[in-house]
C-alpha cells in the first residue's frame, strides 16, 4: 500500500513541475509575442484557462493548455491574448487588438 502512494506522489509532483514548465514557457511566449508588436505584457503574467488531455498526430496523448493574459499598447486599454502548448510547445498565439486579431509567428 505504501508504494501504491508513493507512486501517486511521484506523479503529483510531475504534473506540478510539468505545469509550472508549462507556465513559464507560456509567460515567455507572451511576453515576446508582446515585444515584437510593440505591446505591454500587463502583470508579466498568464493565466491557464482550459487544460485538456488530446491525442497528437502521431497517436499520442498529451496536455493542450490554454492560458490569456492582458497586454497594452499604451498603458490605457486593456486587450486580451491568448497562448496555446501542446505537448510543451507553443502552437497558438494570437493578440485581440481593437482593429483585429493579430496572429503572433512563434
Do not use: K
Not at 30 to 42: F, H, I, K, T, Y
Not at 61 to 86: D, K
Amino acid at each position: 500500500m505504501e508504494g501504491f502512494f508513493l507512486i501517486i506522489i511521484v506523479l503529483l509532483a510531475w504534473f506540478w513541475y510539468a505545469g509550472a514548465q508549462a507556465h513559464d514557457q507560456a509567460v515567455l511566449a507572451a511576453r515576446r509575442a508582446c515585444e515584437r508588436n510593440g505591446q505591454q505584457l500587463l502583470d508579466q503574467t498568464v493565466l491557464l484557462e482550459r487544460m485538456r488531455p488530446r491525442r497528437g498526430r502521431d497517436g499520442q496523448m498529451r496536455l493542450r493548455r490554454e492560458y490569456s493574459f492582458e497586454f497594452s499598447t499604451g498603458g490605457e486599454l486593456r486587450n486580451q491574448g491568448v497562448v496555446v502548448l501542446f505537448g510543451g510547445r507553443v502552437v497558438d498565439l494570437h493578440l485581440n487588438l481593437p482593429d483585429g486579431t493579430l496572429y503572433d509567428n512563434h
